[in-house]
T-cell receptor
Framework: EPEVTQTPSHQVTQMGQEVILRCVPI?????FYWYRQILGQKVEFLVS????????KSEIFDDQFSVERPDGSNFTLKIRSTKLEDSAMYFC???????????FGPGTRLTVT | AQSVTQLDSHVSVSEGTPVLLRCNYS??????LFWYVQHPNKGLQLLLK??????LVKGINGFEAEFKKSETSFHLTKPSAHMSDAAEYFC??????????FGTGTRLKVLA
C-alpha cells in the first residue's frame, strides 16, 4: 500500500538556523499540506499546496516559512530562521481530487535549541 | 466556517467497558467527518470517516461513529475497550480547499 514518507524523523537545530523538512507524498495525489503539532496541543493547519502554488495558508505560516515541490515528487517545508516556538511535530499530508481523506506521513519532530 | 468541538480532553475507562468520545461539529452544510488516532510518539492514523453515505460508520479496531445531523454530533464509540486503545483521538472536519480542522483531542486512558 502506498504511503507518505517524511525525512528526517527528528531534526535538532539551533535558533536562527534554516531547516528543510522533506516529504514524499503518494504519487497520484494532487493536494498537499503541512500541519504542525506543538507538544501536548492539537494539530494545526499551516499550508495547502495545489498545482505548484499555495492554495491557502494559516496565520502561522508567515514569511519565515515556504513550501515547494521542486521535482514533482518531494514536497518541502522550509523555515528560514527557526525560533524556539517552532519546536513541534510537523506532518505532511496529501489527497487526490474529490477525496477529502488525507493521508499523513509519520511526522518530523523539530527541536529548536 | 467549519469547526469541531471535542467535549472531553481526557476520558478514562476500564478495560472491557464501553468507550464514548464525543465530538460536535459546526458546518453550514452536511460535512465529511473523520476520526484519527495518534498513539504516543506516532503519526496520525485514520480510524473512520463519514462522507454522507451511511450515518453509522464502522472503522478499524472495532470503533464506530454515528453521524447525527439533528444533534450536530459525530461521537466515537467502541463496545469494549482494550489496553491498546490508549491514545489521543482527534475529530476532524475538512474546510475550504480540503484543509483539515482538528478538534483539540481526547486522551483516552484504559485502566487494567
Amino acid at each position: 500500500e502506498p504511503e507518505v514518507t517524511q525525512t528526517p524523523s527528528h531534526q535538532v537545530t539551533q535558533m536562527g538556523q534554516e531547516v528543510i523538512l522533506r516529504c514524499v507524498p503518494i504519487s497520484n495525489h494532487l493536494y498537499f499540506y503541512w500541519y504542525r503539532q506543538i507538544l501536548g496541543q492539537k494539530v494545526e493547519f499551516l499550508v495547502s499546496f495545489y498545482n505548484n502554488e499555495i492554495s491557502e495558508k494559516s496565520e502561522i505560516f508567515d514569511d519565515q516559512f515556504s513550501v515547494e515541490r521542486p521535482d514533482g515528487s518531494n514536497f518541502t517545508l522550509k523555515i528560514r530562521s527557526t525560533k524556539l516556538e517552532d519546536s513541534a511535530m510537523y506532518f505532511c499530508a496529501g489527497n487526490g481530487v474529490g477525496d477529502y481523506e488525507q493521508y499523513f506521513g509519520p511526522g518530523t519532530r523539530l527541536t529548536v535549541t | 466556517a467549519q469547526s469541531v468541538t471535542q467535549l472531553d480532553s481526557h476520558v478514562s475507562v476500564s478495560e472491557g467497558t464501553p468507550v464514548l468520545l464525543r465530538c460536535n461539529y459546526s458546518s453550514s452544510y452536511s460535512p465529511s467527518l473523520f476520526w484519527y488516532v495518534q498513539h504516543p510518539n506516532k503519526g496520525l492514523q485514520l480510524l473512520l470517516k463519514y462522507t454522507s453515505a451511511a450515518t453509522l460508520v464502522k472503522g478499524i479496531n472495532g470503533f464506530e461513529a454515528e453521524f447525527k445531523k439533528s444533534e450536530t454530533s459525530f461521537h466515537l464509540t467502541k463496545p469494549s475497550a482494550h489496553m491498546s486503545d490508549a491514545a489521543e483521538y482527534f475529530c476532524v472536519v475538512p474546510s475550504g480547499t480540503y484543509k483539515y480542522i482538528f478538534g483539540t483531542g481526547t486522551r483516552l486512558k484504559v485502566l487494567a
